[in-house]
């Protein structure tokens, strides 16, 4: 199974939803116990900057057990894995833990995911990058490349057939 099926598969996968489903309700007896809901997390994630995820209310919401509100929600796909929420968080809490769990259930459920994610795994199948590389324009309004800022050009998978096959069985592994 190719990680496009993964986060297209029309079918639910049983196994993999009863251990996701195990694995947050676990989390949800054990997190709450330590979490006050001082919104460091959020303070410091850029999804909230941009688009408004709060990782403080994905923990009050998973103490309230309203798991499927989330995995029904658009906002659970906004988080970009930073890991800043766990790298603030005094009490070594990982919110994006819970929402890889709960990005992962959806696709368990057979939920359909947002089409720029998928066009986001589409490119790192196809050339190992999840967009193309981009010029940036300075204050000065001046374009310049990786090549002008003294950066390396970026090398495109040398096999991708077996690129793909390898980023497949990592994505059906950690699932
Ligand atoms: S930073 Fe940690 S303790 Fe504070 S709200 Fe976020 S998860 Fe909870
Ligand atoms: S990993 Fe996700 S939730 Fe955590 S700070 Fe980054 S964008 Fe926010």
């Given at each position: 199974m190719g990680i496009l099926d993964l986060t297209?598969?029309?079918?639910?996968q049983v196994d993999v939803k009863r251990e996701i489903i195990g694995q947050l309700e676990r989390l949800q007896d054990e997190i709450p116990e330590y979490?006050?809901?001082?919104a460091k997390c959020t303070s410091g994630c850029e999804a909230h900057r941009?688009?408004?995820?709060e990782p403080h209310r994905i923990i009050a919401l998973l103490k309230r057990g309203l798991i499927d509100e989330m995995v029904n929600s658009?906002?659970?796909?906004?988080?970009?894995?930073?890991?800043k929420c766990w790298e603030r968080c005094p009490q070594k809490i990982a919110p994006v833990e819970i929402l890889f769990l709960l990005k992962n259930y959806a696709v368990a459920l057979g939920k359909q995911i947002p089409g720029n994610y998928t066009a986001a795994l589409q490119s790192v199948l196809s050339?190992?990058?999840?967009?193309d590389v981009k010029t940036i324009s300075t204050r000065t309004g001046e374009t310049k490349s990786r090549r002008d800022v003294g950066l390396p050009e970026i090398t495109k998978p040398v096999d991708p057939v077996k690129f793909q096959a390898l980023i497949s069985k990592m994505a059906v592994e950690k699932i």
């Open positions: 297209s598969m029309g079918e639910p979490c006050y809901q001082c941009l688009l408004e995820l658009d906002i659970i796909w906004t988080c970009m894995s930073c890991f050339k190992g990058l999840i967009q």
